[in-house]
């Protein structure tokens, strides 16, 4: 089994992408920190979301958003501009949590539009266009 979970901090804000069939990709970079101190490393990952869970979340993967992820890891060769032969870590995401409150200068980053939620049986809040539900403590976001 191939399961990857990291916390990390978007490089800058997430890109969409398209393939030649028309699937949407949204891709974000960003650092994972191991060690401490001196023998502190930094890896930098590539994170990819396919298809509608992608599109709706991309509103809110702006720069420095800090994100809990759980996907498959994978190492992804290309071929750079000039050439040569490079690797990209890259996780294919399945489950993303937004952690903590709005990132600075990103106000529209932690709260998703303002509807009234359709009221569902077992008094939970619930409205199929919004992707996230709020955590009891209120300062985590998770889609589902």
């Not at 800058?12 to 994972?32: C, H, M, P, W, Y």
């Not at 979340?57 to 000039?82: A, I, M, W």
């Not at 489950?95 to 709005?102: A, F, P, S, W």
Request: aromatic residues 10%; glycine residues 10%.
């Amino acid at each position: 089994m191939n399961v990857f979970t990291c916390t990390t901090r978007l490089y800058k804000d997430a890109e969409q992408r398209f393939t030649k069939n028309g699937d949407s990709i949204v891709l974000f970079r960003g650092a994972v920190d191991s060690g401490f101190g001196q023998n502190k490393k930094t890896s930098w990952l590539t994170f990819n979301l396919w298809g509608k869970r992608g599109d709706s979340l991309l509103p809110y993967l702006k720069d420095k958003t800090q994100v809990v992820v759980s996907g498959e890891f994978s190492n992804e060769e290309y071929t750079d501009k000039d050439g040569n032969k490079r690797t990209s870590a890259e996780i294919r995401v399945n489950e993303l949590t937004l952690v903590g409150g709005k990132p600075e200068g990103h106000p529209q980053a932690a709260e998703p539009r303002q509807q009234a939620p359709a009221q569902q049986a077992g008094g939970m809040d619930m409205d199929d266009d919004i992707p996230f539900m709020r955590h009891a403590h209120g300062a985590v976001w998770r889609a589902i």
